[in-house]
């Protein structure tokens, strides 16, 4: 609240002294007021003094038996009883976030996301919760982490580099995904079944995009065992990569549900079988926003 009173007065007015004020009009009188604010009226008109000495001017004449209003006391009425509106709208306001019947959480994810049906589970939370607004940001996962350390993104589902988060955030959920090798149907490899990762020297390779969860997973695997690989094409859709493999023009690395979810042949691995991990991400030990504390809640239970 704004400063009132004399110049140079540093005090500012307090809720309690305006609800004081409006009790005394109200009721019709100080000891009405003191009671029906459950306090002594020594305490009430204490708070109305200060409130009279911060605004400079008095509020009610005292000189009669009953308390009336001076020219300064009518003209507070209207804006003290719209500010303690105001101030009960924003508690209520809060309580309507903190139970949960509105609200805004951000949530990011990596494109490739298979360890959970997003779409299918943010359905469900919106169905449980429908005043929660979420906003769902899918970048790479340098993008997702600085925008989950800014304050920017709520919960971010990450495929991090390393084996361990940044500083500052935590992990709520964690899976391995399987890494499978991904071929046109008329590919000498597609009936394989298996492959190891020496016998795919000549092959040309369709990679996903630099900075992406997936192709650090891809490029880790190659350099662990070796492999020279061949890009023919980099792609930045992951809709677009699984086209470029059905058309020929080289093969992929993919969880296998997204082969899966394609149709294509899937060449599993042998020697070492390659994977990556996927967390779903937050700061601290639990969101403090209500509405990231219950995505969270239902995308565990959901993982769970």
Same mark, same amino acid.
């Given at each position: 609240m704004g400063t009132g009173g004399r110049p140079g007065d540093n005090r500012t007015m307090e809720m309690r002294q305006l609800r004081h004020f409006m009790a005394v009009v109200t009721e019709g009188? $100080?000891?009405?007021?003191?009671? &029906? +604010?459950?306090?002594?009226?020594?305490?009430?008109? @204490?708070?109305? %003094?200060?409130?009279?000495?911060?605004? !400079?001017?008095?509020? $009610? #004449?005292?000189?009669?038996?009953? *308390?009336?209003?001076?020219?300064?006391?009518? &003209?507070?009425?209207?804006?003290?009883?719209?500010?303690? &509106?105001? @101030? +009960? #709208?924003? %508690?209520?306001?809060?309580?309507? *976030?903190? !139970?949960?019947?509105?609200?805004?959480?951000?949530? !990011?994810?990596?494109?490739?996301?298979?360890?959970?049906?997003?779409?299918?589970?943010?359905? @469900?939370?919106?169905?449980?919760?429908?005043?929660?607004?979420?906003?769902?940001? #899918?970048?790479?996962?340098?993008?997702?982490? +600085?925008?989950?350390?800014?304050?920017?993104?709520?919960?971010?589902?990450?495929?991090? #580099?390393?084996?361990?988060?940044?500083?500052?955030?935590?992990?709520?959920?964690?899976?391995? +995904?399987?890494?499978?090798?991904?071929?046109?149907?008329?590919h000498r490899l597609a009936g394989a079944g298996r492959t190891l990762v020496k016998d795919l020297a000549e092959e040309p390779f369709v990679d996903f995009r630099a900075g992406t969860g997936l192709e650090t997973a891809v490029r880790r695997l190659a350099a662990h065992c070796g492999l020279e690989r061949r890009i023919t094409c980099d792609v930045t859709q992951i809709g677009l990569l699984v086209d470029l493999v059905r058309a020929g023009i080289g093969v992929a690395f993919v969880p296998r549900r997204i082969g899966e979810r394609a149709g294509l042949p899937c060449v599993r691995i042998r020697q070492p079988e390659p994977g990556r991990t996927v967390v779903l991400a937050g700061r601290g030990s639990r969101p403090r926003n209500p509405a990231a504390a219950a995505l969270v809640d239902h995308l565990t239970d959901a993982a769970a």
């Open positions: 009188g $100080f000891t009405a007021a003191a009671r &029906a +604010e459950l306090i002594v009226q020594s305490a009430l008109s @204490a708070s109305i %003094r200060n409130l009279e000495r911060e605004l !400079g001017a008095e509020l $009610f #004449d005292r000189t009669g038996r009953r *308390v009336v209003l001076t020219e300064a006391g009518r &003209a507070l009425v209207p804006r003290a009883r719209a500010l303690l &509106a105001g @101030a +009960e #709208d924003a %508690r209520h306001a809060v309580a309507a *976030v903190a !139970g949960l019947a509105t609200g805004r959480v951000a949530i !990011g994810t990596i494109q490739t996301l298979t360890c959970v049906d997003l779409p299918a589970e943010l359905a @469900a939370f919106h169905r449980a919760f429908p005043g929660i607004q979420v906003s769902v940001r #899918d970048a790479p996962v340098a993008e997702l982490t +600085e925008a989950l350390r800014a304050g920017e993104l709520d919960l971010a589902y990450l495929a991090p #580099d390393a084996r361990r988060l940044p500083e500052g955030l935590t992990a709520y959920a964690t899976w391995h +995904e399987e890494l499978v090798l991904i071929t046109a149907p008329g």
